[in-house]
DNA sequence: GATTGTTGTGAAGCCTCAGT
DNA sequence: ACTGAGGCTTCACAACAATC
């Protein structure tokens, strides 16, 4: 079997026209690079080479064969270069996990400022806590502070659910929140979740029990949420930095009845001082801060 | 730990060429 | 024609990895 050096060795006598300069920029001892060709003319079955005086000059298979290998050998040694650069320490990968939400709204336009290199996995809490304790990210954006040994938190930030319903919706003026409860029990909803998260919290702060309603739609992506409400499929919650900044065809319900949510940022905490890490915390507070100001 | 296969190195021998 | 230099091939051996 053709052993991918002999192509190498090969190519490097033909541009050199010598055996001894071709193991020179191979690093190479002469007699190994002259095995190399012998090996490649013994699996070829003819002469590559012709030995002319002190130079060896390519037969005519042996011209045939580098036109053939070479634009393949530069491209894989192409290839090899590549990868080696995008791994410098200087431009470590970095992987979060994170919703798809968070990362679209909030973090994506910091990291296209930064020098960071990530690779980004979406899901819900409990898949995201699953992905740190596999070391499968070293970060992870989470609503839910799981008591893991050997992870720790730091808190985020806090974000608004509102309800809302599409522009053209005509919300009635109700004063009690047994007619908002009743109101809001008749209204087709489209939930995030089959489990309706943030929608059965704001029922429990807000009106102290379960709700007794059976979501429309089930979309587990906030944006198509927020879309399928504009569209006018029904109502919602979302968190308020989803629309609030942007031109949408939608109204809030009842402003007084919000809920809200914490964030944390979650690692493993034989990585806290890793300076990558430090680094992209720096960089997910600071957009913190850009939202409040 | 012993065996086996692979790969590279150093040494020796051979060939060719240029200078004398 | 002789001789020294440069280059190639062959052979023996060492180092290393894989396998049992």
Redesign the pocket.
Known sequence: MV?F?WYRSFIAIYKHH???EAAKTRM?????M?????ALEAEVGEALFA??????VATERGKELYSRLAPLVESLEEATAGLKSTSLPNNKVFRIGLSLEYFQERLLPKLTDSGICSVSYFGTADQLIELLKEDQVELIITPKKFAVPGIEYEWLMEETFSIIAPAAAAIPVLHTLKEKEEWLSQQKWISYGLELPMIRRLWREHFKRRPLIKPKHVIPNMHAVIKAVEAGAGISVAPTYLFENSNTNLQTCFDSLTVNNELFIGYKSKHKHVPELQEIISIIRDEKVVILS
């Open positions: 052993d050096e010598s055996v001894s190479m001892t002469q007699p190994a002259s095995q190399h060709l012998a030995r002319v005086s002190r130079r060896l």
